[in-house]
Structure formats: C-alpha cells, structure tokens
T-cell receptor
Framework: GAGVSQTPSNKVTEKGKYVELRCDPI?????LYWYRQSLGQGPEFLIY????????DSGLPNDRFFAVRPEGSVSTLKIQRTERGDSAVYLC?????????????FGPGTRLTVL | AQSVTQLDSQVPVFEEAPVELRCNYS??????LFWYVQYPNQGLQLLLK??????LVKGINGFEAEFNKSQTSFHLRKPSVHISDTAEYFC???????????FGTGTRLQVFP
C-alpha cells in the first residue's frame, strides 16, 4: 500500500517568499505530524493533528509557520516571509490514531532551501 | 520535558562485527522509547520500540535494544552487522501524555567490508 507522500520533494525559494509544503498521510490514519530536520540534527517536532484539529502546535517556531488539515486527511505546512534559517528537510508522519505508543510512519520529506 | 542524548555521532565497524549504539534519555515521567533508521535518500523507518513489559526488545533486521530504567538508557545492539546496515540511527522518546517524538541527534553507522 501507499506510504506517506510529500510534495514537492525539493523546494528552492528566495528569502521573504511564501511556501506551502504538502503531506498526504496513509489512508485511514487519523493522526498527522510535522517535523523539521536541520543538517546534522535529529527531527524536531513542529505540530500534530488529530483529525482536523491541531492537538499540539507547541513546536512551531514562530507565527510565520502555520499548518492546516481541513478535511482530516491532507495537510499543508505554510511558511510566510521565509528566512535562510528555515532551510531544512520538513518531514511528515502519520499514525493510525493518537497515542504515543502508535508507530509513526514517515514520508521522504521536502527539502526546503531558502536563498 | 524529555531529552535524548546520542553520544556517538559516528560509529565505524567492520562487517560481521557486533555493534552497540548508545542512547540515554532524560524524563521526569514514564516514557515510550523508539529507534528509527534512516537509509540514504529514504524516510525514517521504525526499527523497534519499548512500551512496557520485557526490557529486552527485538526489532527488524536483527536489531535489539534493552531498556534500563535505572541508567535511563536504551542502547541498540546487533551481534553481526552487514554492509546494508550502513545508515543513520535515531533514538526517540515520547511520554504517555503526548504523541510528539523527541529525537536525539543521530548516530551514523558506517559498516566497512
């Protein structure tokens, strides 16, 4: 079956521009997570959705970052006024349901480069 | 708040040798523990997890890990590595009240022929 997919795989943008990163979770998975992985670091939690609502957005670094999941499936991570420090690989994961014991299945990531 | 420490950024080893990748965590509450592997140009894949019960956990590809509560450790081991085990390995923790994973900085396992 299909895993978690993310588009685009690579995104190059200029400082100050707006970007959207898309995540398609595994069908039937109600929980969806966004992480950010900077070079040489482990993934860092950004936000987690249970259904359509953001259950925990404590990892969003500032108000330039926003994520939605309007129909409880696909999610979009939106970054306004991008900065060079936003350059990283953005990872999406999904799990069958909420609960820390459930396996999170990760997508291949979107590599964002801000020039 | 939880944190995870992976002291070894790189571990070189010859094929068929045993390997141990170290992971220590810090938490004031009970936790779940995970090891993920990231092969080149691929997404993170779960190797194994500890939720409760037996402290020795067996995962895929011949890996196992042992939860040691007194030492707050969850070291990953494999008795005989293969070239194909070359990858980045991440230890992660979550607590019982949240779903987010806190990851360590990763250990790059390089297996030489």
């Amino acid at each position: 079956g299909a895993g978690v997919s993310q588009t685009p795989s690579n995104k190059v943008t200029e400082k100050g521009k707006y970007v959207e990163l898309r995540c398609d979770p595994i069908s039937g998975h109600t929980a969806l997570y966004w992480y950010r992985q900077s070079l040489g670091q482990g993934p860092e939690f950004l936000i987690y959705f249970q259904g359509t609502g953001a259950a925990d957005d404590s990892g969003l670094p500032n108000d330039r970052f926003f994520a939605v999941r309007p129909e409880g499936s696909v999610s979009t991570l939106k970054i306004q006024r991008t900065e060079r420090g936003d350059s990283a690989v953005y990872l999406c994961a999904s799990s069958l349901s909420s609960g820390g014991q459930n396996e999170q299945f990760f997508g291949p990531g979107t590599r964002l480069t801000v020039l | 708040a939880q944190s995870v420490t992976q002291l070894d950024s790189q571990v070189p080893v010859f094929e068929e040798a045993p390997v141990e990748l170290r992971c220590n965590y810090s938490s004031s509450v009970s936790v779940y523990l995970f090891w993920y592997v990231q092969y080149p140009n691929q997404g993170l894949q779960l190797l194994l997890k500890y939720l409760s019960g037996s402290t020795l956990v067996k995962g895929i590809n011949g890996f196992e890990a042992e939860f040691n509560k007194s030492q707050t450790s969850f070291h990953l081991r494999k008795p005989s590595v293969h070239i194909s085990d070359t990858a980045e390995y991440f230890c992660a923790v979550s607590d019982l009240s949240t779903d987010k994973l806190i990851f360590g900085t990763g250990t790059r396992l390089q297996v030489f022929p």
